[in-house]
């Protein structure tokens, strides 16, 4: 079946650094990846998505890129701050349907 | 735009008891929406795809007579664990999109904590 791979599992940056979060898929027609934040005890939150007609999308801090050649899609974010920390996760949509596929997650840890 | 409503946020009972959880579109209308399980430390992991006016497909693995789904109307889904175990207890999160105009994002409610004693 469809698989979601997210790496890494945890990740510790100093304060004004970038973090970097990346992610596979199998499924070579899904079309929609979304990111979401969800911090302890929250909702997930989407804070950017991008779709399968783009290579890249960029929301200020946060950037998406993505290559579907390779079935890979990747999370950047820039000048991180303490308040970004919280866990990651990257989802892929299931073609054909409306079910998304989610990674393993990723613990951020921005440290001041 | 685009919020969900989760009700209730925390359930505390005794094992053997049912639980019904509600899942409302506040805004916008969803045709679909959708009911995960969440343990700590681990990521979302789909249950079922609430229809609206039909049957509830499940993901393999979790028993539909087990997790009751009723999709009643366009802006509202209830699951309902039935004979709740202690194994049962977990962070059960719903949501939905707004699906017309191509891919849309899921928006999720606050999540339900079930315990279960």
């Known amino acids: 079946g469809e698989n979601v791979e997210q790496h890494p599992s945890t990740l510790s940056v100093q304060e004004g650094d970038s973090a970097v979060i990346k992610c596979t898929y199998s499924?070579?027609?899904?079309?929609?990846f979304p990111w979401y934040k969800q911090e302890l005890g929250k909702r997930p939150q989407l804070i950017i998505d991008?779709?399968?007609?783009?290579g890249e999308k960029k929301d200020q801090r946060i950037a998406v890129t993505l290559n579907k050649t390779a079935k890979h899609f990747s999370l950047h974010i820039t000048e991180t701050q303490p308040e970004d920390s919280a866990v990651y996760f990257c989802?892929?949509?299931?073609?054909?349907?409306?079910?998304?596929?989610f990674g393993t997650g990723t613990r951020l840890k921005v440290l001041a | 735009g685009a919020v969900v409503s989760q009700h209730p946020s925390r359930v505390i009972c005794k094992s053997g008891t049912s639980v019904k959880i509600e899942c409302r579109s506040l805004?916008?209308?969803?045709?679909?929406m959708f009911w995960y399980r969440q343990f700590p430390k681990q990521s979302l992991m789909l249950m079922a795809t609430?229809?609206?006016?039909?049957?509830?497909?499940?993901e393999q693995g979790v028993e539909k007579d087990k997790f009751l789904i009723n999709h009643a109307s366009l802006t509202l889904s209830t699951l309902t664990v039935t004979s709740a175990h202690p194994e049962d207890s977990s962070f059960y999160i719903c949501?939905?999109?707004?699906?017309?105009?191509?891919?849309?994002?899921?928006?999720f409610g606050d999540g339900t904590r079930l315990s279960i004693l």
């Open positions: 609430s229809n609206e006016g039909s049957k509830a497909t499940y």
């Open positions: 989802a892929a949509r299931v073609s054909g349907t409306y079910k998304y596929i």
């Open positions: 991008i779709r399968s007609n783009v």
């Open positions: 499924d070579s027609a899904s079309n929609y």
């Open positions: 805004d916008f209308q969803a045709t679909t």
């Open positions: 949501s939905a999109s707004v699906e017309q105009g191509g891919n849309q994002p899921q928006h």
